[in-house]
T-cell receptor, first 114, second 112 residues
Framework: ETGVTQSPTHLIKTRGQQVTLRCSSQ?????VSWYQQALGQGPQFIFQ???????GRGNFPPRFSGLQFPNYSSELNVNALELDDSALYLC?????????????FGSGTRLTVV | QKEVEQNSGPLSVPEGAIASLNCTYS??????FFWYRQYSGKSPELIMS????GDKEDGRFTAQLNKASQYVSLLIRDSQPSDSATYLC????????????FGTGTRLLVSP
């Protein structure tokens, strides 16, 4: 097991709704990154949090937002869901600089927007 | 031009053969290179990392890096049906924070 846990595993939402996805970091990891993987595509970087601050963001609109808590767990929030938001959402935790060694991803949350 | 490019496949090889997976990247400043394996419906699993030119071997897997040609490859020797999966190439760009850029993946099918 990776030590990074995500919840829920599957989720179905209606267009226009809001969703919150959760990630529990591996013990001691203070950096968490979120990725979106659409069907047939590679994961795309959404953003990264370090010590509760966003310190990098990919090409995603502001309706994608996040939080990191003092225990380093994290949330990804998506407002005004669109059909194209249907994807596998992955989080990965790491130490600063460890990301250069490659992430270990959680098992992911499969979001379906109908 | 995409930042990381892979042939989507499928690449079909018989059991016991060598599977060769290729990846090119556009940013010459890229520092770290990774291969992930992803089974259908599962999250990507890191199988190899490589940082300097040349070959790196780990069991049946060999990663090859050529920074001058901006090319990364993965060789799988003695391919097994259990190796059938999508293989994702990822590059850590030379950014101020850790960010992996992935290719779209190559689907590998190993037939018994």
């Amino acid at each position: 097991e990776t030590g990074v846990t995500q919840s829920p595993t599957h989720l179905i939402k209606t267009r226009g709704q809001q969703v919150t996805l959760r990630c529990s970091s591996q013990s001691g990891h203070n950096t968490v990154s979120w990725y979106q993987q659409a069907l047939g595509q590679g994961p795309q970087f959404i953003f990264q949090y370090y010590r509760e601050e966003e310190n990098g963001r990919g090409n995603f609109p502001p309706r994608f937002s996040g939080l990191q808590f003092p225990n380093y767990s994290s949330e990804l929030n998506v407002n005004a869901l669109e059909l194209d938001d249907s994807a596998l959402y992955l989080c990965a935790s790491s130490f600063p600089g460890q990301g250069a060694q490659g992430y270990t991803f959680g098992s992911g949350t499969r979001l379906t927007v109908v | 031009q995409k930042e990381v490019e892979q042939n989507s496949g499928p690449l079909s090889v018989p059991e016991g053969a060598i599977a060769s997976l290729n990846c090119t990247y556009s940013d010459r400043g890229s520092q770290s290179f990774f291969w992930y394996r992803q089974y259908s419906g599962k999250s990507p699993e890191l199988i190899m990392s490589i940082y300097s030119n040349g070959d790196k071997e780990d069991g049946r897997f060999t990663a090859q890096l050529n920074k001058a040609s901006q090319y990364v490859s993965l060789l799988i020797r003695d391919s097994q049906p259990s190796d059938s999966a999508t293989y994702l190439c990822a590059v850590n760009l030379n950014a101020g924070f850790q960010k992996l850029v992935f290719g779209t993946g190559t689907r590998l099918l190993v037939s018994p």
